[in-house]
């Protein structure tokens, strides 16, 4: 008797398990209010070329600002019901923390500290980068190591003011930080000569040099990269499906550009692709958006949107761009890159 209770027992588990595996999620306080409002607000950068920015009519593109695209796409179903909420560097978590925003997409490292303290969570990396630093060529500087002694322009309030220190100290180099709470004020100082280089993420130095300067080739970016930037989007602890929703997201266009879905066929790979993985991908296969509490085409939506990740990487800061990086570590898996997405089955 106790046998059959004890199998009964186990069988009972096994049904939950599977029942919970395959139940759709429940929607969260944080889409239930999107829905209602009709609107994602996302937190993004006031002004970084390539990442985030507005024109003169109020359009805003970069990487950063497609992610928020392509998240409102996949669960409003238009691209377009975003509300952008400019964020400098001290004032991002805070947004992010009160509620005044729903998603940080602003060129945000992710760090143990950031992840254990402030009450928020890291979603995947959308851009791997590294902290540079940038110098006029006419002082002939070129490698981090000859800068000793240096005035170095540097932001507050970033991962960059202490990865600054830590170098320096590291290599016995004495730099001296001149520091500033807006990026203005930093443009500002570097092309004024105030300082002799300039650091930040490598990514946001080409930015800043075609955005800022006169004439950019007379700045340098030097070669070394002295620190591990992963960025991307950050939300709010407390709310597990928005979690679940923005990460996915990001994974979903990332493995939409390793199996070739892209903004123009990804309707025509719905319908006629035989492929089981651009069938999940797609919806056409199977459901994976009930998971998420989204239409079963959340996918085709984004990718519809804005593109794969490569993409929205070659149209916002790729080589034919005004910044020129290469795709570098920021290259699928499979072709010596780290952007690996977590499979979307």
């Known amino acids: 008797m106790l046998k059959q209770i004890k199998k009964l027992g186990l069988l009972s588990a096994a049904v939950t398990t599977l029942a919970m595996a395959t139940a759709p999620a429940h929607a969260g306080k944080t889409l239930d209010a999107i829905k209602a409002r009709g609107q994602v607000i996302c937190g993004v950068n006031v002004g970084l070329a390539g990442f985030s920015g507005a024109d003169s009519n109020g359009v805003w593109t970069g990487l950063d600002v497609d992610v928020c695209k392509a998240i409102a796409a ?8 975003v509300k952008w909420v400019p ?28 992840d254990a303290s402030l009450g928020l969570h890291m979603t995947a990396v959308t ?32 991962t960059t003011e202490k990865n600054l220190t830590d170098y320096s100290r590291a290599n ?15 443009n500002a100082a570097y092309f004024s ?6 650091t930040t993420d490598a990514s946001g130095l080409a930015s800043i040099r075609n955005k800022e300067a006169t004439k950019p080739t007379d700045h340098l970016i030097l070669p070394e990269l002295i620190s591990k930037e992963p960025l991307g989007p950050m939300v709010r602890r407390g709310d597990d499906e928005w979690f679940a ?20 066929n990804v309707e025509a790979m719905a319908k006629d692709s035989k492929d089981p993985v651009v069938g999940r991908l797609t919806g056409s296969g199977e459901d994976t958006g009930k998971l998420l509490g989204l239409e079963k085409d959340w996918l085709v ?10 993409e929205i990487f070659e149209r916002n800061v790729g080589p034919k761009t005004a910044l ?6 920021n290259a699928q898996w499979n072709k010596g890159g780290q952007m690996y997405a977590f499979p979307v089955r």
């Open 127 to 158: 851009y791997y980068d590294g902290q540079g630093f940038m110098v006029p060529v006419k002082g002939k500087v070129t490698s981090a190591k000859q800068l000793k002694n240096a005035t170095v322009c540097v932001q507050s309030g970033t």
């Open 245 to 264: 929703i923005t990460k996915w997201v990001v994974y979903g266009l990332i493995e939409a550009e390793e199996y070739g879905v892209t903004q123009a």
């Open 74 to 81: 996949a669960v409003l179903g238009d691209a377009t019901k």
């Open 172 to 186: 016995n180099l004495g730099m001296k930080p001149v520091v500033f709470e807006k990026l203005e004020a930093v």
């Open 301 to 310: 939506k984004a990718v519809k949107a804005v593109g794969n990740y490569g």
């Open 193 to 198: 000569g105030r300082c002799q280089a300039y």
């Open 324 to 329: 020129a990086l290469p795709r570098g570590a």
């Open 87 to 114: 964020l400098n560097a001290q004032q991002r978590f805070t947004a992010l923390q009160s509620g005044e925003v729903d998603i940080l997409s602003r060129n945000t490292t992710f760090s143990l500290t950031r």
